[in-house]
């Protein structure tokens, strides 16, 4: 079956410091992979994607590869602001007739102090 | 141009009492999408509508009804509901079908007591 696996939080980082936070998958066919974020009191908005393997996704700093033979879409930004505090989800979509539909992970959530 | 629109945004249930969350996308989209938000278990899917007519469980469905009324909305019914239901919902509608990306509305929070 298709998992998401990410990695627990709470992440607390100082302003400035460098930023990651891991995600596996496992899915049956070949998905394509996503990082959602959401601030505080809002809906999930896309962040990056990748959809097919070692292609990199990037938007706002933050960067995610995916890696095929790890099963990884780690994200990762070079130095995280106050504003990038927020959950973030990574999610796999496999495709399929209809829908294809998500499947995230629990949710990291990230606090950057001043 | 909203995007995806859920009504209401905060709602107090007792135990056994109904109701019905509504959402509306306004980008043509073919795909919409009910999950419910817990601590600890990221969004899980309830429903979803493939298109227009066609309406599909998802991960946990027990408890909750879809209507697709037409290609615009998607509204999500507690018939009967149950503390367990206590969650925030979310709605999301996705274009065509070669493309993955789901658009999010800003979600519903329901708490019964």
């Known amino acids: 079956g298709n998992s998401v696996t990410q990695m627990e939080g709470p992440v607390t980082l100082s302003e400035e410091a460098f930023l990651t936070i891991n995600c596996t998958y496992t899915a049956t066919g070949y998905p394509s992979l996503f990082w959602y974020v959401q601030y505080p009191g809002e809906g999930l908005q896309l962040l990056l994607k990748?959809?097919?393997?070692?292609d990199k996704g990037s938007n706002k700093g933050f960067e995610a590869t995916y890696r095929k033979e790890t099963t990884s879409f780690h994200l990762e930004k070079g130095s995280v602001q106050v504003s990038d505090s927020a959950v973030y989800f990574c999610a796999l979509s496999e495709r399929q007739t209809g829908a294809n539909n998500l499947f995230f992970g629990t949710g990291t959530r990230l606090t950057v102090i001043p | 141009n909203a995007g995806v629109t859920q009504t209401p945004k905060f709602q107090v249930l007792k135990t056994g009492q109904s109701m019905t969350l509504q959402c509306a996308q306004d980008m043509n989209h073919n795909s919409m999408y009910w999950y419910r938000q817990d601590p600890g278990m990221g969004l899980r899917l309830i429903y979803y509508s493939a298109s227009e007519g066609t309406t599909d469980k998802g991960e946990v469905p027990n408890g909750y009804n879809v209507s697709r009324l037409n290609k615009r909305e998607f509204s999500l019914r507690l018939e009967s509901a149950a503390p367990s239901q206590t969650s925030v919902y979310f709605c999301?509608?996705?274009?065509?079908?070669?493309?993955?990306?789901?658009?999010f509305g800003p979600g519903t929070r329901l708490t019964v007591l």
């Open positions: 999301a509608s996705k274009g065509l079908a070669g493309e993955n990306e789901q658009f």
């Open positions: 990748a959809t097919k393997a070692d």
